[in-house]
């Protein structure tokens, strides 16, 4: 079935670094762009990030800009977002979703999320 | 890109319906038949329910439904049952793109 796994999360001091890693199976990778999404602790969903089917675009939330970085790996059916320069506030779980077939907008399965604290 | 605006809560009985709005901007709900819904289970990740302002994925009841009018969408919920209390956050393409969620509407099933 389709799925998606999150791993990589762990505890890191403020200015640190942290990758995360996004497996996919049971789909199509190649053919569909990912969303990351994140949450903290006891609030909302936030959107962060976005990577094309192919790599070839790239978005995120300018909370994040010039701090995260998203690729992939289509031969490992795999997604990467590179986490620099961290803060308190991007302590969150954070989630990778695969879009809808067809459509960007949309992230219709999620992963179970991994948690990153950002504390000293 | 600032949230969209969701009640924070929201409450039924079992069998009654329910209505969440999400209200944003021009540039985003407003703009764009972009508007998407899901449904969160504490510690679980979220459920795509609705997409496309008004359709639902195969697997979901047609219990859910959405509508818009304007810069805000909204979430009905028919026939209230335990199992649909949970957390419900909107969506909606924000142009440049970027997304952007509601703040949340934590649904109590009374």
């Known amino acids: 079935q389709v799925q998606l796994v999150e791993s990589g999360g762990g505890v890191v001091q403020p200015g640190g670094s942290l990758r995360l890693s996004c497996a996919a199976s049971?789909?199509?990778?190649?053919?569909?762009?990912i969303h990351w999404v994140r949450q903290a602790p006891g609030k909302g969903l936030e959107w962060v990030a976005f990577?094309?089917?192919?790599?070839?675009?790239?978005f995120y939330d300018d909370s994040v800009k010039g701090r995260f970085t998203v690729s992939r790996d289509n031969s490992k059916n795999t997604v990467y977002l590179q986490m620099n320069s961290l803060r308190a506030e991007d302590t969150a779980v954070y989630y990778c979703?695969?879009?809808?077939?067809?459509?960007?907008?949309?992230?219709?399965?999620w992963g179970k999320g991994t948690t990153v604290t950002v504390s000293s | 890109q600032s949230a969209l605006t969701q009640p924070p809560s929201a409450s039924g009985s079992p069998g009654q319906s329910v209505t969440i709005s999400c209200t944003g901007t021009?540039?985003?709900?407003?703009?764009?038949?972009?508007v998407s819904w899901y449904q969160q289970h504490p510690g679980k990740a979220p459920r795509l329910l609705i997409y496309?302002?008004?359709k639902r994925p195969s697997g979901v009841p047609d219990r859910f439904s959405g509508s818009k009018s304007g810069n805000t969408a909204s979430l009905t919920v028919s026939g209230l049952q335990a199992e649909d209390e949970a957390d419900y956050y909107c969506?909606?393409?924000?142009?440049?793109?970027?997304?952007?969620f509601g703040g949340g509407t934590k649904l109590t099933v009374l």
């Open positions: 021009s540039s985003d709900v407003g703009g764009y038949n972009y």
């Open positions: 049971g789909f199509t990778f190649s053919s569909h762009g």
């Open positions: 990577v094309g089917y192919d790599g070839s675009n790239k």
């Open positions: 969506s909606s393409y924000g142009g440049s793109n970027n997304w952007v």
């Open positions: 496309g302002v008004s």
């Open positions: 979703a695969k879009v809808q077939s067809g459509s960007p907008y949309y992230m219709d399965v």
